[in-house]
């Protein structure tokens, strides 16, 4: 299962996650209460990187604390920004 790039993208920073750009694109989670959290991931920028392949979704769901299926459903917005708090900042 694969997803576009672009789609994650939008989807991490409509629900609290803030770019900085890079050599990769950082994604940093700012909470609901609008304080910085350690939750980050990153994702390459290159031309060859235009979809995100398991492997790599599965990584980056681990690094902002969730399984790959909740952060498929993060991206693909099923779980929103209260519900991922709940999921991943109260169980870091």
Not at 38 to 48: D, E, F, L, Q
Not at 61 to 76: H, I, P, Y
Not at 83 to 90: F, N, R
Request: charge should be positive; charged fraction near 30%; hydrophobic fraction near 35%.
């Amino acid at each position: 299962m694969t997803r576009d790039r672009d789609v994650i993208d939008a989807a991490l920073q409509r629900k609290g996650f803030q770019k900085d750009n890079g050599d990769h694109n950082y994604y940093i989670y700012w909470n609901l209460a609008g304080k910085k959290t350690m939750k980050k991931t990153k994702m390459s920028h290159g031309s060859s990187h235009k979809t995100i392949g398991d492997p790599l979704l599965g990584k980056m769901a681990k690094q902002v604390g969730l399984t790959k299926k909740s952060f498929l459903e993060l991206v693909d917005c099923t779980l929103d920004q209260a519900g991922y708090e709940k999921v991943a900042i109260a169980n870091p």
